[in-house]
């Protein structure tokens, strides 16, 4: 049985993420900003008011967990809009930087001291974040949101390695949540179960990988 932290709790993956985990016996902390009568219903420890963009929310969350030991760290919270070349919203787009880049990275480092050896760490990405696949264009913030966060993502591999921690940055699919206006070909829940099997499965011999939930390695 593990501790898992999971950020962006309140609904689609996240949510799919904390009930699973619990399913199986595993302690979860569910971070969000809101709760949702969902996540409340799964009997887990809910930390609500987390905004991944807001430094001294994220410095309250690692106050209130002091002295937990965590040994998964799911960054999952993230936003999604889709700019065009010619409907560039900047602000929006350094929103986007905000929460799905740096806000995973300002989760992490607040929660490092509670990380032991062994633990691991998910960045919930996107293949928009390659550039190697990028045949279409715009979605300009959203990709390059995913793209900084995975050069966070290996990043922190190579930095927490000799800590005996390892991350790996994940690709949910395409999943039908609210993000994606309920579009998408994955349910939440084969998405988190392809997720937590990737999760299970690393180690520091496979540290810093991009890859889909189902397993499959991504260009970058």
């Given amino acids: 049985m593990v501790t898992a932290v999971v950020t962006g709790a309140n609904r689609g993956i996240g949510l799919e993420l904390s009930r699973q985990l619990k399913a199986r016996g595993d302690t979860v902390i569910a971070a969000c900003r809101r709760p949702s009568r969902e996540l409340q219903g799964l009997g887990v420890r809910v930390e609500e008011g987390v905004d991944v963009a807001d430094a001294v929310s994220v410095a309250s969350l690692a106050q209130r967990l002091a002295g937990t030991r965590v040994d998964l760290l799911v960054n999952n919270a993230g936003i999604l809009t889709r700019e065009t070349l010619d409907d560039l919203d900047f602000e929006q787009i350094r ?27 998910g960045m919930i990405t996107s293949l928009m974040g ?3 696949d990028n045949g279409s264009g715009g979605s300009y913030g959203y990709r390059m949101s995913k ?34 206006g309920g579009r998408g070909n994955v349910t939440p829940a084969d998405s988190a179960r392809g997720l937590l099997a990737r999760l299970d499965a690393l180690t520091l011999e496979t540290t810093g990988r991009f890859v889909r939930a189902t397993g499959e390695p991504l260009p970058w």
């Fill in 95 to 121: 929103r986007e930087l905000d929460i799905n880049a740096m806000g995973a990275l300002r989760v992490t480092a607040a929660l490092l001291p509670l990380l032991p050896r062994g633990a691991k760490i």
């Fill in 130 to 132: 390659s550039m190697g």
């Fill in 147 to 180: 793209a900084a966060l995975n050069a966070a993502g290996v990043s922190l591999a190579r930095d927490l390695a000799p800590r005996g921690i390892a991350v790996v940055m994940l690709h949910p699919g395409f999943v039908a949540t609210d993000m994606t």
